[in-house]
């Protein structure tokens, strides 16, 4: 039996030393940073009512209330910029996408999610696959300092992706006849397709990467503590719920470990 399966209903503080938590939260309040878009994904939030909302949300308070702190939500326009506060130590945890230069800046524990990255293109643009992107005349926006656009950036030899601050910027240049062509998730496309008539989500995609739990590189116990975490919740059914709550009932939860 694993350590998770062990100790799934002890409670995290009885885990943890005091030290621990002091490592992981030195304010003794939890500042966790969300990336909030137009729509939400399994990984972006929204703002609805003036509360923020999404699955990102939905676990960030659950990890707050297991440790018995309050907590509160620091909103950030992109995850190049949460990337950004969560190395300075203006937050303590956060959640992104993983690629190889964003660990060298911070620390990750276990995937929520896994995401795949393609594009949406206009109808204007008449793209209909993957191999129509890379030519010359197409115009391609993404999110920048992302993984995403890197991967993106990496995958294209003929032409070279646009970064914008903001989805919504990315969303106004393809409505404003500005760019052909949105490099994002896939999941985040479901709700951002309303919003741009006669669009569509190409078939495949450029990259596969899982959206984990995350912290600074100057708190390996607090990881270990953020890690054990993020386990119970995928095995106890709170990341499904999530899900579920955001309306991704259909996408699945990350394999143990991932």
Sequence with gaps: MSFVQENLNTPLTEIAA??????????????????????????????ENGSHRGVTVDIGWALAATLGLDAEIVAFPNSGACTEALEAGAIDVSF???????RKRVAFGPAYYIIESTYLVTAASGIASLAEIDRVGMRV????NTTTIRSAARSLTVIRPEPVETVAEGVNRLLEGKADALALSRDAFRSLLPQLPGARVLDGGFQQTGIAIATGKDKPAGLALLSEFMERAKASGLVRSALDAAGFADEPVAPPHA
Excluded at 96 to 102: A, L, N
Excluded at 141 to 144: K, T, Y
Aim: proline content about 7%; overall charge negative; glycine content about 8%.
């Design 141 to 144: 926006v993404g999110i920048a």
């Design 96 to 102: 992104m996408p993983v690629d190889d230069e964003r």
């Design 18 to 47: 005091a030290d621990i938590i002091q490592e992981l939260v030195p304010t003794g309040r939890l500042r966790l940073g969300i990336v909030v878009a137009p729509a939400a994904s399994a990984f972006f939030a929204v703002m």
